[in-house]
């Protein structure tokens, strides 16, 4: 995804112009994790730094580290992103020139459950993110989808290379291009399980990853906590083709790139937000800022144009950007969601960005004495299959009679029947009650209610069971029907 050119840039405190050949480059942005615990993020003041590629460097006390990488790795991630597209804005959608935009409804997600960890995997988070949105507008399906599912396949979820080292838009596309599907969080062992393991192994002792001058490979076992082959891949949403698009650079000047950006968000998609911030100071900057502040101020995320990269201390990140606001001319923002939890001030997990910024940010590359642009704004155009209503009835006995209840004849008892979503828009489901699989009736002088004799999935309704003193005792086997579907649960009828 990346072009080269000769550019002129000012740069110099004298203002000479300094030829450099200009990468328009994707970074792969990756990896500021959080700490243990819910809502307890910080960033040190200096970060112990490795500069090994893929490797994680702790930013004091309980803080988030760091990706970084050699110049060698760094070059090659530009390159390989040259082939990327385009994104396609639509000159049928006429946007506002001031309006309000927040495509958060469609993301179904827990704030304080949102929360990489310290795996550095929050291009994982962003990209599913864009999913996750994609999934509700077309379907109707608003489910959180499973990053645990795509760190414990991708990569085979071991080596140097597993998620929790880091990645892009384009790596998560191209993963999922050759899967057809993505699942829910909700499936068996599909939650996110991967909040202490590092890029190079598990946690250590004292809250720090394992990461040596050889990491990550040497003396560690790198990858998810989570086999794969643990995970259920039922149910599922299967889609036709997946794609990752960018906006290229140069954005300037800055109407133009606003103008972009709300228009593919104005096409429903929620987009991937990489930016890369050149040393400490800017990353302790900026996490003064999501620790300390509110969510109600806003970043400049274009401040530190002409700053040098240092291979030591930068680093970068990415998350989702959902929409946007600028009805307040002095407070014009864009909604970002994070993946560090929630802090005090930060109770949904999200941070602003300031929509008057540099679009064409620039840090200088002193390895290849060249510039790159540190903002990357992407995106997932991606076609859902039909999602088809599906749902199950359970039901639970007393303990003592395992699948059923045991009354009285003239008396009455109670079960509960769970009517649980499995896919698609949920639809009213209306229940019944009568004998066994086969059709029987229900037995002489036996009456049922419900509570709730229809609903939505997921719902409960308290089945009531009536005998009367005609009731012969005896065992019975009942069965509950929902409509829609050919949907039932048995249990036992005890009469004595």
């Known amino acids: 995804m990346t072009h080269s050119r000769e550019y002129v840039v000012g740069?110099?405190?004298?203002?000479?112009?300094?030829?450099?050949?200009?990468?328009?480059?994707?970074?792969?942005?990756?990896?500021?994790?959080?700490?243990?615990?819910?809502g307890t993020h910080r960033l040190g003041s200096?970060?112990?730094?490795?500069?090994?590629?893929?490797?994680?460097?702790?930013?004091?006390?309980?803080?988030?580290?760091?990706?970084?990488?050699?110049?060698?790795?760094?070059?090659e991630t530009l390159q390989r992103m040259k082939a990327g597209r385009a994104a396609t804005t639509n000159p049928n959608i006429m946007v506002p020139a001031t309006a309000r935009l927040d495509l958060l409804p469609y993301l179904q997600y827990t704030?304080?459950?949102?929360?990489?960890?310290?795996?550095?995997?929050?291009?994982?988070?962003?990209?599913?993110?864009?999913?996750?949105?994609?999934?509700?507008?077309?379907?109707?399906?608003?489910?959180?989808?499973?990053?645990?599912?795509?760190?414990?396949?991708?990569?085979?979820?071991?080596?140097?290379?597993w998620a929790g080292c880091g990645g892009d838009l384009d790596e998560f596309s191209t993963f999922y291009s050759g899967v057809g599907y993505a699942i829910p969080w909700s499936n068996t062992n599909a939650a996110y399980g991967d909040t202490y393991q590092c890029c190079s192994g598990p946690l250590q002792g004292g809250y720090s990853c394992p990461c040596g001058d050889s990491c990550p490979c040497t003396g560690y076992q790198a990858g998810t906590a989570v086999p794969a082959a643990s995970i259920s891949t039922s149910p599922s949403y299967s889609f036709s083709s997946i794609s990752d698009s960018w906006l290229y650079h140069p954005m300037s000047p800055p109407a133009t790139a606003i103008a972009a950006i709300k228009n593919i968000l104005s096409q429903n998609k929620a987009m991937y937000f990489a930016f890369s911030l050149p040393d400490a100071?800017?990353?302790?900057?900026?996490?003064?800022?999501?620790?300390?502040?509110?969510?109600?101020?806003?970043?400049?995320?274009?401040?530190?144009?002409?700053?040098?990269?240092?291979y030591g201390t930068g680093g970068g990140h990415a998350v989702l950007l959902v929409g946007y606001d600028d009805t307040n001319p002095s407070d014009k923002?864009?909604?970002?969601?994070?993946?560090?939890?929630?802090?005090?001030?930060?109770?949904?997990?999200?941070?602003?960005?300031?929509?008057?910024l540099n679009y064409d940010s620039l840090l200088y590359d002193p390895y290849y004495s060249?510039?790159?642009?540190?903002?990357?704004?992407?995106?997932?155009?991606?076609?859902?299959?039909?999602?088809?209503?599906?749902?199950?009835?359970?039901?639970?006995?007393?303990?003592?009679?395992?699948g059923g209840i045991s009354v009285v004849h003239g008396s009455s008892g109670s079960i509960t029947i769970s009517s649980t979503l499995v896919n698609g828009p949920t639809r009213t489901v209306t229940l019944s009650c009568d004998g066994t699989a086969r059709g029987d009736p229900l037995p002489s002088g036996v009456t049922c209610s419900f509570s709730l004799p229809s609903g939505s999935p997921s719902f409960v309704s308290t089945l009531t069971i009536l005998t009367s003193?005609?009731?012969?005792?005896?065992?019975?086997?009942?069965?509950?029907?929902?409509?829609?579907?050919?949907?039932?649960?048995?249990?036992?009828?005890?009469?004595?």
């Open 11 to 38: 740069m110099t405190s004298a203002g000479r112009a300094v030829k450099a050949e200009l990468v328009l480059s994707v970074l792969l942005v990756t990896v500021l994790l959080s700490s243990p615990g819910i």
């Open 46 to 75: 200096v970060p112990v730094t490795e500069g090994i590629p893929g490797c994680q460097a702790q930013n004091g006390e309980l803080g988030h580290p760091i990706m970084h990488y050699t110049p060698e790795a760094l070059r």
């Open 111 to 161: 704030p304080v459950q949102r929360d990489q960890g310290w795996a550095g995997n929050c291009w994982v988070w962003a990209s599913t993110g864009v999913m996750e949105v994609s999934l509700d507008v077309q379907t109707g399906v608003k489910d959180r989808l499973s990053i645990q599912y795509f760190d414990s396949n991708y990569q085979a979820g071991s080596g140097c290379n």
């Open 281 to 310: 100071g800017a990353w302790t900057d900026f996490g003064n800022f999501w620790n300390n502040q509110p969510e109600s101020v806003s970043y400049d995320m274009g401040k530190y144009n002409g700053y040098t990269y240092d």
């Open 333 to 356: 923002y864009w909604i970002m969601v994070n993946s560090w939890s929630t802090t005090p001030g930060r109770p949904n997990g999200i941070f602003h960005v300031k929509m008057d």
């Open 370 to 402: 060249s510039w790159f642009y540190n903002l990357w704004w992407g995106t997932l155009s991606i076609s859902w299959n039909p999602v088809s209503f599906d749902y199950r009835l359970y039901n639970s006995g007393s303990s003592s009679n395992l």
């Open 469 to 496: 003193s005609s009731t012969p005792p005896g065992y019975y086997t009942l069965k509950v029907s929902g409509t829609l579907l050919p949907r039932q649960t048995l249990f036992i009828l005890l009469v004595t």
